[in-house]
């Protein structure tokens, strides 16, 4: 089906029937088996079999009225064959299902919308349509315009226009024959369809997208029966390998022991070509039995008890050669040690001394591995568990290599932790994968000899090299600087010989250095960390490519097209610096989890957009030709009909640029209208589109435009935004795991409070300015420090912007007058507020940087007054500072109780802003790279479309400012006009070194579309998924958590109470603190049980710590709305404590509680015991309500409770370790549980 296209050639169409005929055949055949199998009753239970049975019954039907005319839409259904492959394509059948249940789910909604559009297409149809008709001569060319209000069909593709984003136009139209109205209308249009309706409509859609759900597996009943297909052909490739390599083993078995036969050894082994001793590997001088299992017995872990013996000279060998082979393994010497799985020695392996026999066999100590790792100290059953783990993954070609007896096994030992001050540390791994030492023993050299210790050496130094901060320093700068030579190469630099020769002998220079930077690092990591790291990848083809035009222009070879072409490649370079930049690193790396989830959904764009470009071609192929006079103005098809009365006028007969005619073509210019540029002239063609061969007719053809309504809600709405909720759900993803093990083990509420503890040690209370003595400075104080004040100034600051936008052009002299005096009013009214905190707060005034920008701004605005002229043209306008102050109104906003929303916008900006510079930074780079091939490839093109004098890839600025335009997608249609014309231009002529002016197609698109999906779809993208995202953790806070806001709050009021800045405050001050408090920290009085329940530490001298304080209102926060925070070890590692040497906690709000109590109990049982001895039984004391005394004084009695003033002058007690003891010798033990434990009531 997409093989069809204009001008086709007879046999191709030929075959193309006979292909439609096959598969109908096919598909009608299956249809015709599944309901022979599974009886219609069963069959038609399932949804995908009465979607097919529907699409063979269509097909059928069109091959039935085939040469019947007008029935050729009946072709479009064939269309429907490629949701066919949802059922084979796990990701595609997920889609579909998603968006079916979303549609159903969301049908409130959907006929709201139409019920919108509707409405405001009768309203625009009856208040403008008369308008249009009346005054058609104020258009420029006397007729209507193609988007009126004249009928419904014009309406609503008005309204329609207006969802999409483009409304300016429209609406000069509308005022042109109307009047003011027209622009609340299209106001209106905009507010409540676009950004309200329309958007509402694709979040709630999108909240059923995301990464997981799209990179998941299918459902329980779906099988992925590509995966599957796949996965079946790489088993056989891998059954036939291994059947290859047995056939040849057995072959060279039988080779082997003709040989053996011959030289007369045992069994036909021979020592010197094989390492294979029968049954037996030897390695180093041990003979291991049953090769299957060997690896399995040099595996080896010293246990508790294990005798592990090493080589005397082991500590001064691995001195010497300093290496390490990776972060988990060290060096070792030649001993080896095995144990079975009962860990007991192995007794089927003999260990010989014969090593001059053997010595070709060494394998140097760097080839023996330690691993050292706390968790497998002593313990052999994790590390048996991690080799089978790596044994299933890798089973088959390990199996083989052993099978062939070419692989001596890898020696690995766990080694004990008493051998720690052996190990060495941040030392370069090994050199070679383990393949090559395998296969080439000499490399892995001996540390005895003079040579591999020098090479050692040479390693751990050039490691060292590469490790510190100023080789990276100067390496990144050398980048940088290659990346600036790069930018130079424009197009005048052909005029500027000198700077050309040093751009040329630069270019040499950095190719040089990042060839030895490149050699460096071999050195250093080895080939194995090097190739085996991405970003180093990424290093080695950028200087390979620079090398190979560095070896090419050397030869003489420059010239020639394939290496001009490669030349290109160099504006690569830029993308070193990634590798190099942690804030850039952490944004690509967050691509590169979500490339998965971007890649379905542009395999799901691609496969949607296929169907209507199909379509397309269907409706459209060969129908965008036109009859162009001598003026390219289209001539009136009454004048000419078709294409041969056009060619006997003379006249051009010219197909438009963006058709239809195949579907490459067709798929560009869907991507044109999905991006609403250029949309309104492939649209107009359509409508206007007649039969091939034809001259258009205007709007002939007007319901076309339904074909493109379509397009766009379910090819641009649905799939295009699918990017931004992939990348939301990716971030989400990726926090998840970011979280780590220590939020792995968190319930929702204790995240929630961990991320108030960390919220909670990032603030720390500022000392409070001091009030001033002096009785009128102390008044000015209180004024200042007012929060009305504050209010009162930013009044003024809003109605100083409100004069501002009263300017206007042509003002009259009265208004200018009326303007200056109130400048004049505001410049004394900011001076005074100055003026008041500079003799209130002193030098405190100089320390806030706010104060500081309003001095600045009052001193300008002051000096702007005298010296206006001069200051505005060497300096900022003063009136524009003082727009800045508006920013002013975050610090009121708090004060506003109505203002949450706004502050909680604020706030997801805020947060936002780290995220968005790496994004940013990001975004540069991109474009730097696009620009520099940008001018490689486009710097001569001649002027067209969206390429003028301004816009253009002729120097880095002006391809810089067209980069920035397109990626907000704004008029890239044109650029592309621009670098794909090759028809009206002059072709270069390399003998008059004349380079040409002709664009090129194929690297126009390619360069085009790359650079709009990278910069639009996804980078761009990215700032709306991080502000999105943040918002939504914004907005979760202010409902569910606690905001910076409130510990904002928190520490302005513990100024008041703490104004030295101590981080402390009196026992006796915390009832008070916490009722002025705001909420939702706040706890009214009486809170005295309050306080006793939240069990708060009460540190030396009475004293309670602010932290403390805070994290015992945060967990009673969480416990108000329903959700307890229980400590878990995890919580309690985490929770903020302050690291000074003053903090002494002695002991808790609860535990003071519980100490009054007891001595209240024992006070009153001494006093009843006295009573008791003299005889008073008459005058016995109530003892404090709810409280009772112990048997030992005899029947208890209640007693009336002391008052505060009396707890305050308690009597001292003595009790000793073992309890209180009376004179009668009656001991009162008192029992308590521990303060760390929360309860309501003491145990006595």
Not at 1073 to 1101: R, T
Request: glycine letters at 6%; hydrophobic letters at 45%.
């Amino acid at each position: 089906m997409a093989l069809d296209h204009h001008d086709i050639d007879k046999d191709m169409d030929r075959a193309l029937k006979s292909g439609n005929y096959f598969f109908t055949a096919t598909f009608a055949i299956e249809a015709t088996l599944k309901l022979i199998a599974m009886s219609p009753k069963f069959y038609f239970q399932e949804g995908w079999n009465i979607f097919d049975f529907i699409i063979v019954a269509l097909s059928l039907l069109e091959l039935g009225l085939e040469n019947v005319q007008g029935l050729s839409v009946l072709r479009s259904f064939r269309l429907l064959r490629v949701f066919k492959l949802a059922k084979s394509w796990p990701t595609l059948n997920l889609l579909i299902s998603i968006m079916g249940r979303t549609v159903g789910a969301l049908g409130n909604l959907i006929f709201v919308f139409c019920i919108i559009i509707f409405i405001f297409a009768v309203m625009g149809m009856q208040l403008f349509g008369k308008n249009y008709t009346d005054n058609v001569d104020r258009f420029m060319d006397k007729e209507l315009p193609r988007w009126n209000f004249t009928d419904f069909m014009h309406s609503f593709m008005i309204v329609f226009r207006v969802l999409c984003g483009e409304w300016i136009q429209s609406m000069w139209d509308c005022m042109l024959v109307g009047d003011y109205s027209c622009i609340p209308f299209f106001l209106a249009t905009v507010v409540i369809g676009n950004l309200v309706v329309l958007n509402l409509f694709l979040a709630l859609l999108l909240s059923n997208f995301g990464s997981s759900s799209l990179s998941a597996p299918t459902a329980d009943n779906d099988t992925n029966k590509i995966a599957e297909a796949f996965n079946r052909i790489s088993r056989f490739n891998a059954w036939v390998k291994r059947s290859i390599l047995n056939f040849l083993k057995m072959l060279r078995a039988k080779i082997s022991n003709q040989i053996g036969d011959h030289t007369g050894l045992p069994d036909g082994r021979d020592r010197d070509t094989d390492l294979e001793l029968g049954d037996e590997i030897l390695v180093d001088g041990m003979v291991f039995r049953d090769k299957k299992n060997s690896k399995d017995q040099l595996e080896v872990a010293i246990g508790d008890g294990m005798e592990f013996t090493i080589h005397g000279d082991f500590k001064e060998k691995l001195r010497r050669s300093k290496m390490a082979l990776n972060n988990k393994n060290n060096v070792i010497g030649n001993s080896y040690a095995g144990l079975n799985s009962d860990n007991r020695f192995e007794s089927d392996y003999i260990t010989h001394n014969e090593e001059d026999t053997y010595s070709n066999i060494s394998y140097g100590s760097h080839r023996k591995r330690i691993y050292k790792d706390e968790s497998h100290k002593g313990s052999i059953d994790t590390f048996e568990e991690d080799e089978k783990g790596d044994m299933s993954k890798e089973e088959d070609e390990e199996m083989d290599e052993e099978e062939e007896g070419e692989s001596i096994p890898e020696i690995d030992v766990i080694i004990d932790a008493n051998m720690e001050d052996v190990m060495l540390q941040d030392y370069p791994s090994d050199c070679c994968p383990d393949h090559c030492y395998k296969r080439f023993p000499f490399l892995a050299g001996d540390d005895d000899a003079p040579f591999w210790q020098g090479w050692s050496n040479l390693r751990l130094k050039t490691f060292q090299l590469i490790e510190n901060k100023y080789f990276e320093t100067a390496v990144i700068t050398m980048i940088l600087l290659s990346s600036l030579a790069l930018a130079l190469e424009d197009v005048h630099l052909q005029q500027r010989p000198v700077l050309q020769d040093i751009l040329y002998y630069m270019d040499r220079i950095f190719t040089v250095i990042f060839f030895i930077e490149m050699l460096i690092k071999w050195l250093a990591l080895g080939f194995k960390e090097y190739f085996t790291n991405a970003w180093c990848w990424l290093d080695f083809v950028i200087v390979m490519v620079s090398l190979i035009n560095f070896v090419a222009s050397l030869c003489g070879a420059g010239g020639i097209q394939a290496f001009k072409t490669m030349r290109t490649l160099r504006a690569l370079r830029p993308l070193r610096a990634m590798s190099r930049m942690q804030g850039m690193r952490v944004v690509v790396n967050a691509l590169v989890q979500a490339i998965p989830s971007i890649f379905n959904v542009l395999l799901v764009c691609l496969i949607f957009w296929l169907i209507f470009a199909i379509m397309g071609v269907q409706l459209f192929a060969g129908k965008y030709f036109k009859c162009l006079d001598h003026n390219k103005e289209v001539v009136n098809h009454e004048i000419i009909g078709d294409s041969i009365a056009c060619a006997a006028e003379n006249y051009t007969w010219e197909n438009s640029r963006m058709n239809f005619d195949h579907v490459g073509k067709a798929y560009l210019c869907l991507f044109q209208v999905a991006t609403f540029k250029g949309w309104i002239e492939i649209m107009n063609d359509a409508i206007d589109s007649r039969e091939v061969g034809a001259q258009p007719i205007r709007e002939t053809n007007i319901y076309m435009y339904l074909y493109f309504v379509f397009f766009i809600i379910f090819g641009s709405f649905f799939t295009l935004n699918l990017f931004i909720g992939v990348i939301i759900d990716n971030f989400n993803e990726q926090k998840k795991k970011a979280g780590g093990s220590l939020e792995m083990f968190m319930t929702e509420d204790q995240k929630k409070y961990y991320n108030a503890m960390k919220k909670m040690g990032s603030k720390k209370p500022l000392k409070a300015i001091p009030r001033p003595k002096w009785k009128p400075q102390a008044i000015v104080f209180e004024i200042c420090m007012n929060t009305k004040f504050d209010m009162i100034i930013m009044l003024f600051i809003g109605l100083n912007m409100l004069t501002m936008t009263l300017d206007h052009y042509k003002q009259t002299e009265t208004f200018s007058k009326v303007l200056d005096t109130l400048n004049l009013i505001f410049i004394v009214i900011f001076s005074s507020e100055c003026l008041m905190k500079i003799f209130a707060l002193r030098y405190h005034y100089f320390v806030e940087p706010w104060n500081l920008f309003d001095f600045v701004v009052v001193i300008l605005s002051i000096l702007g007054l005298v010296l206006s002229d001069i200051i505005e043209k060497y300096f900022v306008s003063p009136t524009l500072l003082r727009v800045v102050r508006v920013a002013k109104v975050g610090r009121v906003l708090r004060l506003v109780k109505g203002a949450k929303g706004i502050r909680t916008l604020l706030f997801a900006l805020a947060m936002s802003l780290p995220a968005l510079f790496n994004i940013c930074l990001l975004l540069f780079l991109v474009m730097f790279i696009f620009a520099i091939f940008g001018m490689s490839f486009f710097m001569h093109v001649k002027p067209n479309s969206g390429i003028d004098d301004v816009y253009n890839f002729q120097t880095f600025g002006q391809s810089m400012i067209l980069l920035f335009q397109m990626s907000t997608s704004a008029g890239w249609d044109g650029v592309l006009n621009g670098i794909i014309n090759e028809e009206d231009c002059d072709v270069p002529d390399n003998e008059m070194g004349f380079p040409g002016n002709c664009g090129n197609s194929t690297i126009g698109i390619t360069f085009l579309l790359s650079y709009l999906v990278i910069s639009f779809l996804i980078v761009i993208n990215m700032y709306i998924a991080v502000i999105l995202e943040n918002y939504s953790q914004a907005t979760e806070d202010v409902q569910e958590g606690l905001t910076d806001d409130d510990y904002d709050m928190y520490y302005e009021i513990w100024q008041n109470f703490d104004p030295d800045g101590t981080r402390y405050i009196r026992y006796d001050q915390l009832s008070e603190f916490l009722d002025v408090l705001e909420p939702p920290l706040q706890i009214h009085k009486p809170n005295k049980y309050k306080i006793v329940s939240m069990d708060i530490p009460i540190c030396k001298g009475d004293k309670m710590f602010c932290v403390d304080i805070l994290d015992a209102l945060t967990k009673d926060f969480f416990a108000r709305k329903g959700n307890p925070i229980e400590e878990t070890v995890e919580l309690g590692e985490v929770q903020a404590r302050p690291d000074e040497a003053g903090y002494e906690p002695v002991s808790s709000t609860l535990w003071r509680q519980r100490e009054e109590y007891c001595a209240r109990l024992i006070q009153n049982a001494w006093r009843k015991h006295k009573q008791q001895r003299v005889g008073t039984d008459n005058e016995e004391e109530k003892p404090e309500s709810g409280s009772r005394t112990p048997e030992a004084g005899g029947p208890g009695s209640k007693d009336q409770s002391p008052t505060d003033s009396s707890n305050a002058r308690q009597t001292e007690i003595l009790v000793e370790s073992d309890g209180f003891v009376t004179k009668n010798g009656h001991k009162v033990v008192i029992h308590s549980r521990s303060p760390s434990i929360g309860s309501k009531q003491a145990d006595v």
